[in-house]
């Protein structure tokens, strides 16, 4: 009898999760109004269970939440439509789920955009659902810059960073400053490589040189393989440039700390880096670390308003990826209401071209030709823990590097729109 | 020679790390017959455990090194008479997945609590500074977390070959049925020895917490490679595994001198030689094996 | 040996049901893009022929592989290049994704089946690794982290952008793979296999060379999930590393396991299950997709190792137990035999 029972609450509990999954088949339907739907809708597709749930995730949803009421506020009865609505999905960085749920969200959702998407993979295949759609697309998770290169499409934008930026600021930046040789260490999969190369290229056409470069396993815990190799090398290397992201960052840098590599003159400088993984080790740990930022919050008055306010609603403090959220969001409401309409078409024609300034944004443009967003980028120092006023103030601002510096020329893309 | 033997020492410590996590799983093995894929999250646990002991009651490393094992052992004890044991008559794939569904659960427990990012955890004061080994200097907390692995190996192996409950575990693990016949309660050592096993992990763990990230994930990426290291070491021998811990670990840090690119397989590879050349791997006995 | 296939031995289980089950089967098949979105219907589909190609290792044959994405993976990537650079009909894609997954699972087959157990599955893991390590250093073919992207749908220039069409376009190859696997299952070679699974040694002791048997079972189970694995790439425009990391080979067996180990429905239910799941769990904002699943997984384990299909099937002995004892009043009915674990522990396994 117990059995019985058993397999009876088995059976009904699957019956009704593989029910509750349906009534969302169905031939995929059309229609156009001036406003589809009568509604524009912002759909948020991130990862919000594993590893960048933190420094983008939820959060970003509520930037974007943020940007949609800042927006209503500032055109009130005159905005193109008052009925805007904000659905978000967790990709847990699966491609193939970013594949289906872009979709759905396209679909089902009636999605016009679809903002964020991190890891390449999925960045790329989203970017894909979004030529075949012919709906919106504002990557601002990924680094890969083959959306603005190869896998370009028209109505693709990629808002935030990309690999040129962060290897063309920090790279050219630090050899400057006279740390002529460097070691480079990068993790051993696409994003690594990318790095590297855009790293090595800017050193070299900074007149630095690379002693080495080492690929590293992926994920690792452990480096003081390198970390050993790096005093011993001859010449010894000014500076050690590491690609690493996430936990594996966070290992390098504590086996950096250990091996005491700072003591033997040995600088260090990071491909990518978000202040929640500064966060995580504590100022002290990366004192004096040199890194390409795309915002930072304390940066100036303006940066700190829209701070306070994120504070208020999520109790932290945002990363680069939060307030790009709110602005490509913002850009692109404000597009639409250019545009008079939210068909995509219309809106890519407000958008290629567009300059504009913003909080997260400075001195911004949209590339036409490979609709990038090029905008003010900066080259930060991380603060030891004394100079440290406040929570999360942990980034000293070196300098600012302009738009049309910052990133990759659009003809060496490879883009054709 | 001198960074050569550098990195040796270098792949000696990691090697502490995956000989301590292989010795609780062949210990664990060998009594119950249950490959504990729990294992990376009860390491995770332990790290966690140091930095909650010292972040909410300000519990010092070196309390951490006794209280969080000592804990973890207690945990380990209510899990295997719950959950472990029920599953214990049937296939091992069973209780393979059964573990493998409490790591999910585990991890992803300690992830709503505190995130994916990483926490920060300091190095003992004590140990901060850097040891002159003669020929060349070394991070005195690397010794000493090598110096551990190996005592406490040495010490597990001793209790095995010299003490009578040693040599009951030894015989309950190669030839169960014949030592219930002759009469000892095999039965009241299988949750000391799995817990044992359990606080072996969470004492490794501790020692990770102030040299690697501290992150709910933090095993996950450990485990198959540990998984590795007892199949070469040989299922069900303990010398087998702690051998082959410390081997893959300077394996692995030569592979990441000479050939990077390939290091993140290097250990597969051996392992896939291993089990050619010798089935039961390094140390196995064949009838572990089927 | 050919012989071994194309006799046809009697399923087990009750004739009156199965030609019914088998209909009903068919018909929610053909229904599926009504109920659930098409493109996830499409992915239980592919799903389920992987599950059931491993629950063809796992259920009959009795070993645990934990490599078989790299199957399912590298078929993905070559019915990718095969559908980008020729432009032949995706079908034809698909199949020469599942020849090279029967090709590779050859030598490695070879140097896996002499092991069994938790060796079998560490060296199958072993290998699978070593596969994803080459599709990751193999970037100009398998645009590495960045994945293959752009397949295009083929067929005779018809258009299948839609993939409520594309449904019905691949659904024949999932159907009949899954056709194949159940006539491989209800043949002398898939007795034998369940003779290996119960008692290898005495298998062997009667005459069958058992190795020789293990490694075609592994063939034919890596074939028919890359013939799952190519689709999958098609109906999803492309391959990336996801589809041969470990945890694609850990998804398949939870699906085995969650629908029944050994029976071929189990698998099915268990793939639609799962991936309900993950699609559910992905919009719910529920936080805590791990504990969901661990927790499905530990119950499953615990309570319901016959699967969800064993607990179907039980309760329909019992029903049928109580229709007939309310048909026919005394003596009261013999215990029904309790369906016997789906593995097997013979003295031989590991302990």
């Known amino acids: 009898m117990r059995t019985t029972i058993r397999a009876l609450t088995a059976v ?22 001036k406003v589809s739907g009568d509604k524009i809708v912002l759909a948020v597709l991130n990862d919000q269970s594993g590893v960048y749930a933190d420094l983008s995730g939820r959060n970003s949803v509520e930037a974007v939440r943020m940007a949609v009421a800042d927006f209503q506020a500032k055109y009130g009865d005159r905005a193109v439509t008052k009925n805007i609505e904000v659905v978000t999905a967790d990709h847990q960085n699966k491609p193939d789920i970013a594949n289906s749920k872009a979709q759905e969200l396209y ?9 964020d998407v991190p890891t390449s993979s999925a960045a790329l295949a989203v970017a894909n659902v979004a030529k075949a759609k012919k709906k919106l697309y504002f990557n601002i998770g990924a680094a890969t810059t083959e959306l603005t290169g190869k896998q370009c499409n028209k109505y693709t934008f990629h808002y935030a960073y990309d690999t040129f930026m962060l290897a063309n600021g920090t790279g050219t930046a630090v050899t400057k400053e006279g740390s002529k040789n460097w070691y480079i260490v990068y993790p051993d999969y696409a994003f690594g490589q990318d790095m590297e190369k855009s790293f090595s290229a800017a050193i070299s056409a900074a007149g630095g040189t690379v002693l080495a470069k080492d690929p590293t396993p992926f994920p690792n815990d452990n480096f003081s393989t390198f970390l050993l190799k790096a005093p011993a090398m001859k010449p010894k290397p000014d500076v050690l440039g590491t690609m690493q992201a996430g936990g594996d960052l966070v290992n390098l840098v504590k086996q950096y700390n250990e091996f005491k590599l700072r003591e033997q003159g040995i600088k260090l400088s990071v491909g990518l880096m978000f202040i929640t993984d500064i966060h995580s080790l504590g100022p002290d740990a990366f004192a004096g670390t040199t890194f390409t930022d795309a915002w930072y919050w304390n940066f100036d008055d303006r940066n700190r308003q829209w701070a306070d306010r994120f504070m208020a609603k999520t109790q932290t403090r945002p990363s680069f990826a939060h307030s790009a959220n709110y602005s490509a969001a913002m850009q692109y409401l404000e597009a639409v209401q250019r545009a008079g309409t939210d068909a995509s078409d219309a809106v890519v024609g407000k958008l290629e071209g567009y300059s504009y300034d913003d909080v997260f944004a400075r001195n911004a443009t949209i590339r036409a030709e490979d609709h990038r967003v090029v905008h003010d980028v900066y080259l930060a120092e991380v603060k030891p823990k004394s100079e440290v006023k406040t929570d999360w103030d942990y980034e000293k601002i070196l300098r600012t590097i302009p738009a049309a510096e910052a990133f990759r020329p659009a003809s060496a893309g490879g883009c054709s729109l | 020679m001198s960074s050569f033997l550098q990195q040796c020492f270098n792949g000696l410590v990691s090697g502490g790390f995956y000989a301590l996590l292989a010795l609780g799983l062949a210990v664990i093995f060998g009594m119950l017959g249950v490959v504990n894929f729990a294992h990376g999250a009860f390491f995770m646990l332990g790290a966690f455990g140091a930095y909650i002991a010292l972040a909410e009651w300000g519990v010092p490393f070196w309390a951490a090194l006794f209280v969080v094992p000592a804990l973890l052992f207690i945990f380990g004890a209510v899990l295997e008479r719950t959950l472990i044991r029920r599953l214990v008559p049937f296939d091992p794939l069973y209780n393979f997945l059964l573990t493998f569904g409490l790591t999910l659960v585990l991890q992803d427990l300690v992830k709503r609590e505190y995130g994916v990012q990483s926490q920060p955890y300091p190095r003992p004061a004590e140990l901060s500074g850097s040891l002159d080994l003669g020929l060349f200097d070394y991070p005195a907390y690397q010794v000493f977390v090598l110096a551990t692995a190996v005592v406490l190996c040495v010490a597990v192996w001793l209790v095995l070959t010299r003490t009578r409950v040693g040599m ?19 039965g009241r050592w299988v949750t000391p020895v799995f817990a044992f096993g359990v606080a072996l992990a969470g004492l490794a763990g501790v020692l990770a ?11 996950a990426d450990l485990i198959i490679a540990v998984f590795a290291v007892v199949v070469i070491g040989g299922l069900g021998s303990v010398f087998g595994s702690v051998l082959a811990g410390f081997g893959i670990g300077v394996a692995q840090s030569l592979g990441n001198l000479y050939v990077p690119a390939l290091s993140q397989t290097l250990i597969f590879i051996i392992m896939a030689v291993v089990l050619l050349w010798r089935p039961a791997g390094l140390f196995g006995r064949e009838e572990a094996r089927t | 040996m050919i012989r071994m296939f194309l006799r046809h031995t009697e399923p087990a289980g009750r004739r009156s049901l199965r030609y019914p089950l088998l209909a009903a089967g068919l018909l929610l098949a053909l229904a599926l893009p009504w109920l659930i979105y098409p493109p996830v219907a499409m992915d239980i589909a592919c799903w389920a022929l992987f599950a059931a190609a491993v629950d063809l290792l796992l259920g009959y044959t009795g070993l645990l592989s934990f490599g078989h994405a790299a199957f399912w993976g590298s078929s993905a990537y070559a019915a990718g290049l095969i559908a980008i650079h020729s432009g032949l009909p995706f079908p034809v894609a698909v199949l020469g ?20 157990g938790i060796y079998f599955a560490m060296v199958t893991l072993a290998f699978a690794q070593m596969v994803y390590f080459v599709a990751n250093q193999w970037r100009a073919v398998t645009g590495g982290e960045n994945g293959l992207q752009g397949i295009p749908r083929e067929l005779f220039g018809l258009d299948l952008s839609d993939p409520f069409v594309f449904y019905y376009a691949g659904l024949p190859i999932v159907l009949l793979g899954l056709w194949v696997l159940w006539r491989i299952v209800h043949s002398p070679f898939g007795h034998v296999l369940v003779a290996i699974r ?38 999803h425009g492309f391959a990336s590393l996801q589809e041969v990391n470990w945890t694609t080979s850990g998804k398949a067996v939870m699906m085995v396991v969650l629908g029944g180990i050994g029976t071929l429905w189990g698998s099915t239910l268990g793939a639609a299950l799962v ?22 997984f530990v119950l499953v384990v615990l309570l319901f190792r016959q699967g969800l299909w064993g607990a179907a099937r039980q309760l329909g002995a019992a029903a049928d137990r109580a229709l007939r004892r309310s048909r026919r009043p005394p003596p009261p009915p013999p215990a029904g035999p ?11 396994t590991a302990r």
């Not at chain 2, 917490?209 to 095993?219: D, E, F, K, T, Y």
């Open chain 2, 168 to 186: 009951v575990v030894r015989a309950a693990t190669e030839r169960a049925e014949l030592t219930r016949a002759l009469g000892i309660d095999v």
């Open chain 1, 12 to 33: 009904l509990t699957t019956g009704t999760l593989l029910a509750a999954g349906c009534s969302r088949g169905g031939p995929s339907g059309g229609g156009d109004d």
């Open chain 3, 275 to 296: 991936v309900q799941l993950e699609d559910y769990l992905s919009t719910s904002g529920f936080d805590g997709i791990g504990i969901v699943t661990g927790t499905v």
């Open chain 1, 107 to 115: 679909d089902r959702q009636q999605a016009d955009i679809i903002l």
């Open chain 3, 198 to 235: 119960d008692n290898s040694a005495r298998a062997r002791a009667i005459g069958y060379p058992v190795e020789r048997y293990k490694l075609l079972a592994f063939v034919l189970s890596a074939a028919l999930s890359g013939l799952a694995g190519g689709l999958f790439a098609i109906s």
């Open chain 3, 338 to 348: 309790e369906p016997a674990e789906p593995i097997p522990t013979s003295s031989t």
């Open chain 2, 209 to 219: 917490a102030p040299m690697r990230a501290v992150n709910p994930l933090m095993g």
């Open chain 3, 97 to 116: 994704g599942a020849v090279l997954a029967a090709v590779l699972a050859v030598p490695i087959g070879y140097l896996c089946v002499r092991n069994s």
